[in-house]
Each structure stands twice: as C-alpha cells, then as structure tokens.
C-alpha cells in the first residue's frame, strides 16, 4: 500500500536553536495563497530550546567490524542532465502534511516519506543494502544491535547538520503518544526497543530480538527526526497538520495552494549528491502536482503538455487513447517495462465489524461471487493476471498452496443459504428471515475503476448480492477506510520487502480509527503467530509462519485478491530521458520523481519538440517494451 507533500519556505538559524515555521493556510479565504506568504510566528526560540531533549554519550564497544557497500553497480545514468520542472498530478489534495498521525497514510504520503532518507537503502537491482545517511553499520554479538556510522555530510533542508540527536529524538517521537499514531507507538516499542549514542555520529538501535544481519538492517532501521523542529504536546496533531517539516531528501516543498497544487523545489548543495547510490538521481529542479480529480481530464492536460508523464497500466489508456498524431509523430512515446517485485494487494477488503460482513459464511458467499476472471479477461483484456493473495511476489515467504477462490455460484448460494439468506425478494436479491436484503456498500476512489466494479455488481446479482457502489475523491475513500466506517473496501496496500502481518491483522489494530486493520481481524490466536513470526530469530521458522499466517488470513474470507500488475505502462513527451537500462528490477513507476527517480529532463529538447510540433515536424513513433525483469 502504495499506497508518499506541500508547502515551505525555509530560513537560516539566527540564534542557538532559533528557527521559523512556515504554515499552509487553511481557512477558506486562503485557500489560494502559497504558504511562502504565509509565515507562522507562534513559537518563541526560548522556549523550544528549554523543551530540546538533552541525550548522553555511552561507550561504544570494542571490536566492532565495520562493513559498507560501495561494490554493487550503480543504477542510475551518469548522461543524466540537472534542472527543469516536472508537471504531474494527483487524484486528490492530501488530507494532512504530517507523515504520521491521523490521515497520514493516504497516497501522497509515498512522496513526503520517500523524500527523508534512511540509514540505509536497498539496491533495486541487488537487493544489497548500500549507505545512505549511515555510512558503515556493525553487528552486535547479541543478534539483535546494529551500530551506525553517520554521514558527517548530511543536513537537513533548512542547513542544520543531522546528528545522532535527530535518531534519538525520532524514537521518542514516535513512541509518543501525542502524534496518535498506534502502529508508530508499538514498532518503535516492542520492535525497536533501545537507541544509543556515542557520538554526535555514532548510533545503535537494539531491536527486541535477534535476527540474521539483512534483516536487521532492515527491521532495526531509523529514519530521524529533525528535534530543532518539533513541539511534542498534546496540540502536535492540530498544530502540525500543515506544517512542513525539514527534510534529508533531494527535495523540500517550495508551494502549497490548497485543493490545488503542491510543488517541490530541489535543494542546492544537496548533500546526497555526493552518495555512490544517490548521485544522477532526483535531476529536475522543480515538481509540481496538480490535483486533478479525474482521470480522464488529466489526460487531456497530458495532451496538451502540461503534464510530462502519464500512467498507461488501465488497458482503456494502453490500447484505446494512447494513439494519434502526437504518438505517430514521435512526439509522445510509450514504453512497457516489466519488473519484479512485490505485489501490491489489489482487492475488496471487508469489515467484519459489520453485523453481516462477520458471519464468515457470508463473506465465503461473497468471495465466490466475484466473478475475477470475468473482469480480467473481458474489460481488462488479459492485460492484468489474477492476484492469489495478499502476499504474493515475496519469494521464500509466499504460500505457494494459496488459491483464490474463484466464481462459483452453486458454492455462493450454499454458504449464503447457511447464514440464512435463502430467499429472494422481488428484485433477485436474497433476503433473511426478518426480510433484511443482503446488500452491501463498496467504497473506491477512482473514477476509472467504475466499469470494473460494475462488472462484478452484476455478476454479484447472479448469486443474490446487491452491491452498491460509492464513488469519493480518493482522500475521502481513504479517510473513511481507516475510520473503519467502510462495508467493502475496493482498494490495495503497497507493500515492503518481507510480509507484515501485525498492522493488518493484530487485534491491536482491530476497532479502532486509524489504523491498517481494516477488516477489524479479532483472533487471539493469530495474534499469538503474529508475536511469534515478528520474534522469529531464523529465517527459515519465519518463512514457515508466514505460510501458517497466510493461510490463516486468507480463511477469514475477508480479503478478496483481484488482480497484479506485473509491469508498468507509461506514456511520456520526448523530452523526458531515461538511462539506457530505463528502470531497475523494483521500478513502480519509471517518472516517479521523489522514488527511484532514475530520469531527467531535457530542456532544449523540450523547446525543440514543442517547436516541431507547431511547424508539423515529424520524429520516429517510439514505443518500448522491456523483458529484462519479466518473470516466467
């Protein structure tokens, strides 16, 4: 899920720890203004240095080996060209500024998190880790301490260096109960137990229990918080819901117009650029995002050339609109790259809160009148393959045994009949004893998904279920998800390098707001495997539970998997370039600006395309598949 940016104006310390904040403006009449206008005074310089946490040095241990990576190839292009600005777009204004607390976790939270940096990343290629604010790391004799080496180089966007202080603010602040933020609070507690300093540039997290090194480095990993920024009080939430926080990425947003665009400007003398795996990466200058809540009318901005880039994964776009003299005339071109990775969990998510939604057999009758294969092959033409479950893609840990369940409305009507929807009103739909229809409500967030979702409401009635169909803007969809005040959820978690099971699926998450449990999961027994596969020292016990948990999850009936994307399709003007090898083995998006951000723009090829264009000059059509990370 995934399914990660606004507005700042940033000023130089003028005293000890003095600084200013920069605040989107949020009323009404403002709602236009840039929040480079709109400049918040409310804090006193004294008094945050009064609330400044003071952390003390402790020894380091003797004889630790210091590793790092400088050995892997690098993926990015050294032809790479610096500066211009990326237009692209977004569905719907993001809901909150803040990367964690109430509706962080909407869809634009990949950019904000994706644009502050960890101690380390991981190759796309390789799937090494490689340095990135830590530049060496060591493993401690107990198994679960990793040590870290600090770049003395990196800074925050606002010029302040980033120090062991910000690593251990970062703990604090996330088990802090004031960001309300519950999976926050218990990872950076009962996962991430301890974080030590040494030094102004020395660190060690110690996690809760051992484990083999690479995934330590991936469990017991950080990602600072800058402390010169932050008043952690009970007002956090309220205060800092448009605020803009420093960051280590390439970027800090430059312009919030609320409801209509939000714009990062690249930071000079970036620190990162000096980063083996960092380097050639993050090239415009500027990006800007524009909300447009429909796709279709995006699109005509990206025929129009205000937008550079433009998804083709829907197969109406691929096949049906991406054509016409801008494609045939070489302006436009297309490529389709194949990738391998981790799929997202594309499905109906269903509450089991709800009275009807918690009788198992009702959501085993629903499951098998989803007729999946029907809306693959017919309206989405074969393009997209049938997803098993929620976890596929991650090697070793997926259950190969899974199946989905497939359209089946003899098996329908015998679960639905034995929770007691047997007989059919006057409009085909069934009916209880008490003459309750079985009618559900399903909440998605894109207009483009409708004829999908069409095709199974009427596929549906075959076995007697109503299903009826809510269309939000997509920060709507997601806020109403994850206040659990959703029947069905038509929607998909982006995912990690291992499977997570605790943020779905502990009764920890259950019934209450704000969290990834959307399907209320309550099982004191899973919640017991959960424990044990997140306390697992050995790979091989871990890949073994989560067979157990899969298995487990996919009885409850509560998620049914749809479909996986195994490549991405993207349509793009001529002068956006790509490094021979176009994107890397876990490519999502090839002009994701603040992911992998392997691309770069051409500004004179841009002047020159624009130019051909109007005088009716003509390039050869290009379109690009890619199979070098096809899976067979």
């Known amino acids: 899920m995934s399914n990660r940016n606004f507005s700042t104006r940033e000023m130089n310390w003028v005293a000890l720890y003095a600084f200013l904040w920069l605040l989107v403006g949020c009323s009404e009449q403002k709602e236009s ?7 918040n005074d409310i804090e006193s310089d004294s ?31 050294n032809e790479a060209k610096r500066g211009g600005k990326f237009n692209s777009w977004i569905l719907g204004f993001p809901l909150t500024l803040r990367t964690v607390g109430p509706d962080s976790n909407g869809s634009f939270a990949t950019y904000t998190r994706a644009n502050n940096l960890g101690l380390v990343g991981v190759h796309p290629n390789t799937l090494d880790y490689y340095p990135v604010l ?3 790391w060591a493993f401690g004799d107990d198994g679960r301490t990793v040590y870290y080496r600090l770049n003395e180089d990196a800074t925050w966007s606002d010029g302040e260096p980033v120090t062991a202080d910000d690593f251990m603010f970062a703990v604090d602040f996330m088990r802090s109960e004031h960001i309300v933020a519950p999976w926050y609070n218990n990872h950076y507690t009962n996962v991430i137990v301890n974080v030590s300093k040494y030094d102004d540039h020395t660190i060690s997290i110690e996690g809760a229990t051992a484990k083999p090194p690479e995934e330590m480095l991936n469990e017991y990993g950080l990602s600072p918080i800058p402390r010169h920024f932050h008043r952690l009080d009970e007002n956090w939430v309220q205060e800092y819901n448009w605020r803009l926080a420093p960051t280590t990425g390439a970027y800090r947003i430059s312009i919030v117009e609320k409801g209509q665009h939000v714009e990062f400007q690249r930071n000079e003398n970036w620190w990162g650029d000096g980063n083996l795996y960092l380097r050639n990466r993050y ?8 909300v447009i809540r429909d796709m279709n009318v995006a699109w005509e901005y990206f025929l129009r050339g205000e937008l550079d880039s433009f998804p083709l994964v829907m197969p109406s776009f691929w096949h049906e609109k991406a054509n016409g003299e801008d494609f045939d005339n070489g302006y436009i071109q297309k490529i389709k790259f194949y990738t391998d990775r981790p799929q997202p969990s594309y499905g109906m998510w269903m509450n089991m809160d709800d009275p009807i939604l918690g009788n198992l057999n009702i959501r085993l009758g629903i499951a098998h009148a989803i007729n999946v294969e029907k809306m693959l092959n017919t309206l989405l033409r074969g393009d997209y393959e049938r997803l098993k479950m929620q976890f596929e893609g991650y090697g070793d840990y997926s259950n190969p045994s899974i199946q989905p369940r497939e359209f089946d409305l003899l098996q329908a009507d015998n679960y639905l009949a034995a929770a007691g929807f047997r007989d059919r009103g006057p409009d085909a739909i069934r009916v209880n004893e008490d003459g309750q229809r079985l009618a559900f409500r399903v909440v998605y967030g894109s207009q483009e998904h409708t004829p999908r979702l069409v095709l199974l409401r009427e596929e549906a009635k075959k076995a007697g279920i109503e299903l009826n169909l809510q269309l939000l803007d997509s920060s709507a969809q997601f806020k109403q998800i994850l206040e659990k005040k959703h029947q069905i959820a ?18 920890d998450n259950a019934h209450i707001p704000q969290t990834n449990n959307i399907t209320n999961t309550d099982d004191p027994e899973l919640d017991l495997l959960i424990m044990r596969y997140r306390e697992s020292k050995e790979k091989n016990e871990r890949v073994l539970l989560a067979h157990l948990l899969q298995r487990m999850t996919h009885d409850t009936g509560a998620y049914i998997p749809t479909y996986k994307v195994p490549y991405t399709r993207e349509a793009y003007w001529r002068w956006l370039k790509m490094p021979k090898h176009f994107g890397t083995r876990t490519t999502d998006t090839i002009f994701n600006p603040l992911g992998e951000a392997l691309f770069w723009l051409d500004e004179n090829l841009k002047l ?12 050869p059509a290009v379109t690009i598949t890619d199979t070098t990370w096809q899976v067979d």
Not at 33 to 39: N, P, Q, W, Y
Not at 283 to 290: G, K, L, P, Q, Y
Not at 490 to 501: D, E, H, N, Y
């Open 33 to 39: 203004e840039s929040t480079a206008d709109t400049v």
């Open 490 to 507: 038509w929607m998909g978690w982006s995912t990690g390098l291992v499977p997570r099971f605790w943020q779905y699926y502990h009764s």
């Open 134 to 136: 830590a530049t060496h």
């Open 283 to 290: 090239n415009v200058d500027i990006i800007r995002f524009t």
């Open 47 to 77: 008094y945050l240095v009064e609330i400044l946490p003071s952390y003390q040095n402790e020894l380091l241990p003797e004889g630790l080996r210091w590793e790092t990576n400088e050995s892997d190839p690098v993926f990015s292009s």
């Open 608 to 619: 020159e395309t624009l130019a051909a264009r109007q005088e009716g000059i003509s390039y």
